[in-house]
């Protein structure tokens, strides 16, 4: 029952198969069975319980609010949470509990949600491992899952059995390895530079990136205010749609979003995408790009071309200067964005007291980790009078160069763009931190973060696995509030591929007992 | 409540629960931007006052602040530029819903965004953007279609965000002007136009408040002004002197009240003054100017400047140096001392803020056709409602009420002075020329004496219209007149007709009694008698005067002297 999507569970929950209640406190086990990934930060288990009896009321009653009433959820723990602690995984934020509900967090628990808990993440959203957490790092589930395991080579499985594990990627690692282990059906990430697309790539579960402006940022705690999106992690393309309508629309609390009103949709089971115009950025042809990603992106373009569909080669210029360029803007706005936290109204404060400058100095010291400290220190370089026109004007310029790209590109035929999301799959974490922070950023954002640049929708989907036996995906980018025709593709393209379910085995299976039912409920009660 | 440091420090903090707590953190450290005293002796007055004198009528004048220095004899210009804060006059925050209101209890209206909690967003008022839209009209500035939001990063206590949110790049209003009038001579007549330059009006958040509490050595945070909509304006260094700036502060102050765009009231800060001042030798280019703050009245503004200008000429006559420096105003000592030193150069960083996408006002005809009126600022729509100016309010008053320009003046700089007026006019048939004596000699002059504001006048104005009605009529004299309204001023109660009744107090017509009362006095002046026979008509007047004087005043005069002019002649 657990493996299942979120549209399957809902109608489960429709048809009285299995109770909120009942949901809730099997993910809730699962959750401490699946501890050691250390997806959680949090778990709710209290107000997820009481939660889930109100759902069993409405259900009961025969009105169930919608498609999420009842479903146990996950959100990233840098959405500010009523009552829960939002900590960003940071010793800075460590025991801040926000007065008020993220806007994307209220519509979900309007909805019927079930919050199962915060998921950990990079310290701040800052990295693409999900190792740089106060709460130590992610692990991604696919380390214990039949397919990886059984091709590992015996010299490493001499080895101590945990020095195997993966890293799911990152920021959003926690939410994309709660979506994916299956202790929860959808989880909100957040996509600045990849931070939802990359973890989901790396953990085989579907990751949407939807335009800038379609989802509020109220009381998402910000890294790079101008690119920031809520992301969408669920198991299925299906499901996102789903998410997205429940999230999607104008908030008057962020003035960024747009006023238009957005039409929630459902997308069809049988898709023609033979009237699609599929484009194949040449300059994504990166250094570093696996061989296999490289033959499985090939074989995506000969996917919808046999469909019918037009598939061309298109040339985004500017893409080599982008991840630069992101730097840049992203270490300004950081820097400008971490000024708040000194200790005096909430977040960590210091012991030392003598003068405010040194409460400052301290206090910020103590807070942020050697990332942090280092994005702020940059991004204020860059704003320093002498430099903003040097760096601060020109990147922006270059911003425009980027976003520019694209729109020539979709105002030619061009519907939608297909990439590889990652240049391969995941690294173990003992190779992972062999490169620092910044260097594993400027690699994994490589396919990723022009498109917050120009503020466009884009959605990972699993597509195949790699020879080590862990997933890869491929991006889809679409037209700037064009969510419905990028989730057709890509829902064509998940129908198409049949990525394979995560079979968990070694440390979890041992640990566990309910999971044994859940293959089999899945392998063997397909719902309709 | 009073917390000290250390409940404070042991107390967990999670969340913000702000109601009437205050926050702290340590006084050491916050006291480094305090004022210091750095050996600068309370110079007191050695030097004579700089004088506005004008030279040249023409658009590009020159004034001279000629001071009379001993044997100096080269003049000094001086140059005096404002930067003026004003507190917008609306019921919520510039970028939340967050109450303004003047001296509420510490931290009691802080929103989330004030109190920057993270993941909080700026929302725009659009109270605000029209209360700046209409003051940069009332200024003759331009209104800019598009203007941007930027971020001011320095690290405070009382700016929890660790930025102010303002607008660097393109402000709302740019190039105005203030005109304004100023006194040349020791009589109200003698006045000259003046104008300065407004560069440009901006839209940005106040900061909240540090309270230092020297004792404890600790500082307290009140962030209920934390968010507060301000115009920043910035006025062209077109000034010379403390008495014209002055001026236009208090010609400033008269435009935004009558926008009620800013309550504009300097001592309670919504109306906050910084003036930029240098001096250089006419025909050089300007001086190091310096920034005089903490001002908190348009007389110490005037004071302020007038020192720091006579410092300045000093310094420099002395073959010392100017610094680009800021600088206090001690009104108790009234000089200036430096304030902070700028040698760590703040670099505030300027960003433009994300999370506002730019501030579009629209005119009549390039509003989209779909838009809901009531979700955009209509520039024309604001220009039609624009109330009466105080220049324009002045005009009509002379042209109106046939009074002399400088009662206009008085009338609409004094808050009410001219409500008053009109409303006495309405309940009465009594020339206005007349009636402004009374309000602008008698009326004021009683107020400033008890240092009273009109709405706390002991008269109202039908009180002042009933008697000056009675005056009008013939019913008493002018001397009684003004011994009635002293009556009223003292004792509220009663009408000017029951004060006449009471003390009987009516004009003495009876030509009988007039005429005893006029031939005892002339027995007693047998003098004065002869020689106003041999010609000397002046002395009639003197013993008109002696007639008044046995009569209280109550003597008709017309018939006084009627009567004195027959058995005279």
Same mark, same amino acid.
């Given at each position: 029952?657990?493996?299942?999507?979120?549209?399957?569970?809902?109608?489960s929950?429709?048809?009285?198969?299995?109770?909120?209640?009942?949901?809730?406190?099997?993910?809730?086990?699962?959750?401490?069975?699946?501890?050691?990934?250390?997806?959680?930060?949090?778990?709710?288990?209290?107000?997820?319980?009481?939660?889930?009896?109100?759902?069993?009321?409405?259900?009961?009653?025969?009105?169930?609010?919608?498609?999420?009433?009842?479903?146990?959820?996950?959100?990233?723990?840098?959405?500010?949470?009523?009552?829960?602690?939002?900590?960003?995984?940071?010793?800075?934020?460590?025991?801040?509990?926000?007065?008020?509900?993220?806007?994307?967090?209220?519509?979900?628990?309007?909805?019927?949600?079930?919050?199962?808990?915060?998921?950990?993440?990079?310290?701040?959203?800052?990295?693409?491992?999900?190792?740089?957490?106060?709460?130590?790092?992610?692990?991604?589930?696919?380390?214990?899952s039949?397919?990886?395991?059984?091709?590992?080579?015996?010299?490493?499985?001499?080895?101590?059995?945990?020095?195997?594990?993966?890293v799911?990627?990152?920021?959003?690692?926690?939410s994309?390895?709660?979506?994916?282990?299956?202790?929860?059906?959808?989880a909100?990430?957040?996509?600045?530079?990849?931070?939802?697309?990359?973890?989901?790539?790396?953990?085989g579960?579907?990751?949407?990136?939807?335009?800038?402006?379609?989802?509020?940022?109220?009381?998402?705690?910000p890294l790079?205010?101008?690119?920031?999106?809520?992301?969408?992690?669920?198991?299925?393309?299906?499901d996102?749609?789903?998410?997205?309508?429940?999230?999607?629309?104008?908030?008057?609390?962020?003035?960024?979003?747009?006023?238009?009103?957005?039409?929630?949709? $459902?997308?069809?089971?049988e898709?023609?995408?033979?009237?699609?115009?599929?484009?194949?950025?040449?300059?994504?042809?990166?250094?570093? !790009?696996?061989?296999?990603?490289?033959?499985?992106? %090939?074989?995506?373009?000969?996917?919808?071309?046999?469909?019918?569909?037009?598939?061309?080669?298109?040339?985004?210029?500017?893409?080599?200067?982008?991840?630069?360029?992101?730097?840049?803007?992203?270490?300004?706005e950081?820097?400008?964005?971490?000024?708040?936290?000194?200790?005096?109204?909430?977040?960590?404060?210091? $012991?030392?007291?003598?003068?405010?400058?040194?409460l400052?100095?301290?206090?910020?010291?103590?807070?942020?980790?050697?990332?942090?400290?280092?994005?702020?220190?940059?991004?204020?370089?860059?704003?320093?009078?002498?430099?903003?026109?040097?760096?601060?004007?020109?990147?922006?310029?270059?911003?425009r160069?980027?976003?520019?790209?694209?729109?020539?590109v979709?105002?030619?035929?061009?519907?939608?763009?297909?990439?590889?999301?990652?240049?391969?799959?995941?690294?173990?974490?003992?190779?992972?931190?062999?490169?620092?922070?910044?260097?594993? %950023?400027?690699? $994994?954002?490589?396919?990723?973060?022009?498109?917050?640049?120009?503020?466009?929708?884009?959605?990972?989907?699993?597509?195949?696995?790699?020879?080590r036996? !862990?997933?890869?995906?491929?991006?889809?980018?679409?037209?700037?509030?064009?969510?419905?025709?990028?989730l057709?593709?890509?829902?064509?393209?998940?129908?198409?591929?049949?990525?394979?379910?995560?079979?968990? $085995?070694?440390?979890?299976?041992?640990?566990?007992?309910?999971?044994?039912?859940?293959?089999?409920?899945?392998?063997?009660?397909?719902?309709? | 409540?009073?917390?000290?440091?250390?409940?404070?420090?042991?107390?967990?903090?999670?969340?913000?629960?702000?109601?009437?707590?205050?926050?702290?953190?340590?006084?050491r450290?916050?006291?480094?931007?305090?004022?210091?005293?750095?050996?600068?002796?309370?110079?007191?007055?050695?030097?004579?006052?700089?004088?506005?004198?004008?030279?040249?009528?023409?658009?590009?004048?020159?004034?001279?602040?000629?001071?009379?220095?001993?044997?100096?004899?080269?003049?000094?210009k001086?140059?005096v530029?404002?930067?003026? /804060?004003?507190?917008?006059?609306?019921?919520?925050?510039?970028?939340?819903?967050?109450?303004?209101?003047?001296?509420?209890?510490?931290?009691?209206?802080?929103?989330?965004?004030?109190?920057?909690?993270?993941?909080?967003?700026?929302v725009?008022?659009?109270?605000?953007?029209?209360?700046?839209?209409?003051?940069?009209?009332?200024?003759?500035?331009?209104?800019?279609?598009?203007?941007?939001f930027?971020?001011?990063?320095?690290?405070?206590?009382?700016?929890?965000?660790?930025?102010?949110?303002?607008?660097?790049?393109? *402000?709302?209003?740019?190039?105005?002007?203030?005109?304004?009038?100023?006194?040349?001579?020791?009589?109200?007549?003698?006045?000259?136009?003046?104008?300065?330059?407004?560069?440009?009006?901006q839209?940005?958040?106040?900061?909240?408040k540090?309270?230092?509490?020297?004792?404890?050595?600790?500082?307290?945070?009140d962030?209920?002004r934390?968010?507060?909509?301000?115009?920043?304006?910035?006025?062209?260094p077109d000034?010379?002197?403390?008495?014209?700036?002055?001026?236009?502060?208090r010609?400033?102050?008269?435009?935004?009240?009558?926008?009620?765009?800013?309550?504009?009231?300097?001592?309670?800060?919504?109306?906050?003054?910084?003036?930029?001042?240098?001096? /250089?030798?006419?025909?050089?280019?300007?001086?190091?100017?310096?920034?005089?703050?903490?001002?908190?009245?348009?007389?110490?503004?005037?004071?302020?400047?007038?020192?720091?200008?006579?410092?300045?000429?000093?310094?420099?006559?002395?073959?010392?140096?100017?610094?680009?420096?800021?600088?206090?105003f001690?009104?108790?000592?009234?000089?200036?001392?430096?304030?902070?030193?700028?040698?760590?150069?703040?670099?505030?960083?300027?960003?433009?803020?994300?999370?506002?996408?730019?501030?579009?006002?629209?005119?009549?005809?390039?509003?989209p056709?779909?838009?809901? *009126?009531?979700?955009?600022?209509?520039?024309?729509l604001?220009?039609?409602?624009?109330?009466?100016l *105080?220049?324009?309010?002045?005009?009509?008053?002379?042209?109106?009420?046939?009074i002399?320009?400088? /009662?206009?003046?008085?009338?609409?700089?004094?808050?009410?002075?001219?409500?008053?007026?009109?409303?006495?006019?309405?309940?009465?048939?009594?020339?206005?020329?007349?009636?402004?004596?009374?309000?602008?000699?008698?009326?004021?002059? /009683?107020?400033?004496?008890?240092?009273?504001?009109?709405?706390?006048?002991r008269?109202? *104005?039908?009180?002042l219209?009933?008697?000056?009605?009675l005056?009008?009529?013939?019913?008493?004299?002018?001397?009684?007149?003004?011994?009635?309204?002293?009556?009223?001023?003292?004792?509220?109660?009663?009408?000017?007709?029951?004060?006449?009744?009471?003390?009987?107090?009516?004009?003495?017509?009876?030509?009988?009694?007039?005429?005893?009362?006029?031939?005892?006095?002339?027995?007693?002046?047998?003098?004065?008698?002869?020689?106003?026979r041999?010609?000397q008509?002046?002395?009639?007047?003197?013993?008109?005067?002696?007639?008044?004087?046995?009569?209280?005043g109550?003597?008709?005069?017309?018939?006084?002297?009627?009567?004195?002019?027959?058995?005279?002649?």
């Amino acid at each position: 029952m657990l493996g299942l999507t979120l549209k399957e569970i809902s109608t489960s929950l429709k048809k009285g198969q299995v109770s909120p209640t009942e949901l809730c406190q099997r993910c809730l086990t699962f959750i401490k069975t699946a501890k050691c990934l250390n997806a959680y930060i949090t778990v709710t288990e209290e107000k997820a319980l009481k939660q889930a009896k109100e759902a069993d009321k409405r259900y009961r009653r025969g009105q169930p609010l919608g498609h999420l009433d009842g479903v146990p959820i996950a959100v990233k723990d840098n959405f500010s949470t009523a009552g829960i602690e939002t900590t960003c995984a940071s010793k800075m934020l460590k025991g801040y509990i926000p007065p008020y509900n993220a806007t994307m967090v209220q519509k979900l628990l309007d909805q019927g949600a079930v919050l199962m808990g915060k998921t950990n993440l990079d310290e701040f959203a800052m990295g693409s491992g999900s190792t740089d957490s106060i709460f130590g790092p992610v692990k991604n589930p696919w380390s214990y899952s039949r397919h990886y395991r059984k091709k590992l080579v015996p010299s490493r499985q001499l080895e101590t059995e945990d020095s195997n594990w993966l890293v799911t990627g990152g920021s959003s690692g926690g939410s994309a390895a709660a979506v994916s282990s299956g202790t929860c059906y959808a989880a909100l990430g957040s996509d600045t530079g990849g931070s939802t697309r990359n973890p989901a790539a790396h953990c085989g579960v579907v990751g949407l990136k939807p335009t800038y402006g379609l989802l509020s940022r109220h009381g998402l705690i910000p890294l790079v205010n101008s690119m920031d999106v809520p992301g969408i992690l669920t198991r299925s393309v299906d499901d996102a749609a789903i998410v997205l309508g429940t999230l999607a629309g104008h908030d008057s609390k962020d003035a960024t979003t747009v006023q238009d009103q957005f039409q929630s949709f $459902e997308l069809p089971e049988e898709i023609d995408v033979s009237k699609l115009c599929i484009g194949i950025p040449r300059e994504y042809h990166a250094s570093g !790009l696996s061989r296999e990603t490289v033959a499985l992106w %090939s074989r995506a373009a000969d996917l919808f071309e046999t469909a019918g569909a037009k598939v061309i080669e298109v040339s985004l210029p500017h893409t080599g200067y982008s991840i630069v360029c992101y730097h840049v803007l992203c270490n300004s706005e950081v820097a400008s964005n971490m000024a708040r936290f000194d200790g005096l109204e909430y977040g960590h404060r210091c $012991e030392i007291d003598y003068s405010t400058e040194a409460l400052y100095a301290a206090s910020r010291r103590e807070g942020f980790n050697d990332v942090v400290r280092g994005r702020i220190l940059s991004g204020n370089y860059f704003l320093l009078k002498e430099n903003y026109e040097k760096y601060f004007t020109k990147a922006q310029k270059v911003r425009r160069l980027i976003a520019n790209d694209f729109l020539q590109v979709f105002s030619s035929d061009v519907d939608i763009l297909l990439t590889p999301t990652t240049l391969s799959d995941a690294a173990p974490y003992v190779e992972f931190i062999k490169e620092d922070n910044r260097t594993r %950023s400027a690699q $994994e954002d490589i396919f990723t973060q022009s498109v917050n640049m120009a503020g466009l929708p884009a959605v990972t989907v699993p597509a195949a696995l790699s020879d080590r036996g !862990l997933p890869l995906g491929l991006q889809f980018i679409g037209r700037a509030f064009c969510e419905q025709q990028l989730l057709m593709a890509a829902k064509w393209f998940e129908q198409q591929v049949q990525f394979p379910e995560i079979l968990l $085995e070694g440390d979890l299976d041992s640990l566990l007992t309910d999971y044994t039912p859940k293959q089999q409920l899945y392998k063997t009660h397909p719902v309709s | 409540m009073t917390l000290t440091s250390r409940t404070v420090m042991a107390a967990p903090r999670q969340c913000c629960c702000y109601a009437g707590m205050l926050l702290w953190l340590s006084q050491r450290g916050a006291g480094a931007f305090a004022p210091r005293y750095r050996g600068v002796k309370p110079v007191s007055v050695l030097m004579s006052q700089a004088r506005c004198t004008q030279t040249d009528t023409s658009t590009k004048r020159a004034v001279t602040a000629q001071v009379d220095l001993g044997d100096s004899a080269v003049p000094w210009k001086a140059v005096v530029g404002l930067e003026i /804060h004003a507190q917008i006059s609306s019921n919520s925050k510039l970028f939340s819903r967050a109450q303004v209101q003047f001296a509420a209890p510490p931290n009691s209206l802080v929103s989330f965004f004030d109190a920057s909690l993270p993941g909080t967003l700026p929302v725009l008022n659009r109270r605000c953007v029209e209360a700046a839209v209409m003051t940069g009209l009332a200024l003759n500035c331009r209104i800019n279609r598009k203007s941007l939001f930027d971020r001011k990063h320095y690290f405070y206590a009382d700016l929890p965000a660790g930025y102010q949110i303002t607008q660097q790049r393109l *402000p709302i209003a740019v190039n105005g002007t203030l005109t304004y009038r100023i006194k040349t001579g020791k009589k109200w007549n003698q006045m000259a136009t003046r104008t300065v330059r407004i560069k440009q009006i901006q839209l940005e958040q106040d900061s909240g408040k540090s309270l230092h509490d020297e004792e404890k050595s600790q500082t307290l945070i009140d962030l209920n002004r934390a968010g507060v909509g301000l115009m920043e304006l910035v006025m062209e260094p077109d000034m010379c002197c403390g008495e014209e700036a002055a001026a236009a502060v208090r010609e400033l102050q008269l435009i935004l009240l009558a926008l009620g765009s800013s309550q504009a009231n300097m001592s309670e800060g919504q109306l906050r003054v910084d003036a930029n001042i240098s001096v /250089h030798r006419p025909g050089e280019s300007y001086g190091v100017r310096t920034e005089v703050k903490n001002i908190n009245s348009a007389r110490f503004l005037a004071k302020a400047i007038d020192y720091e200008i006579q410092r300045q000429i000093e310094e420099l006559e002395r073959g010392g140096v100017i610094l680009n420096e800021t600088r206090s105003f001690d009104y108790k000592l009234g000089i200036t001392m430096p304030m902070r030193d700028k040698e760590g150069k703040q670099d505030y960083r300027f960003m433009p803020e994300p999370n506002l996408p730019p501030l579009i006002v629209y005119d009549s005809r390039s509003l989209p056709p779909s838009v809901d *009126p009531q979700q955009v600022v209509n520039i024309d729509l604001i220009q039609e409602r624009l109330p009466e100016l *105080p220049a324009t309010c002045r005009e009509r008053l002379v042209e109106q009420y046939g009074i002399l320009p400088e /009662h206009s003046y008085t009338l609409v700089n004094e808050d009410g002075l001219m409500q008053f007026f009109e409303s006495v006019l309405k309940v009465t048939q009594v020339e206005p020329k007349k009636v402004v004596g009374w309000v602008i000699n008698d009326l004021l002059g /009683h107020l400033k004496l008890q240092n009273l504001t009109v709405k706390d006048s002991r008269i109202s *104005p039908s009180t002042l219209a009933e008697l000056l009605t009675l005056l009008e009529n013939g019913k008493i004299s002018s001397t009684v007149a003004k011994q009635v309204f002293q009556e009223l001023w003292e004792d509220e109660g009663k009408s000017p007709s029951q004060i006449v009744a009471e003390k009987n107090l009516q004009l003495i017509t009876d030509r009988k009694k007039l005429e005893e009362i006029i031939n005892k006095i002339m027995e007693e002046h047998p003098e004065e008698v002869i020689q106003i026979r041999k010609g000397q008509k002046k002395i009639l007047n003197k013993l008109i005067g002696l007639v008044q004087r046995a009569t209280k005043g109550q003597a008709d005069p017309v018939l006084v002297k009627t009567i004195l002019e027959e058995k005279l002649s």
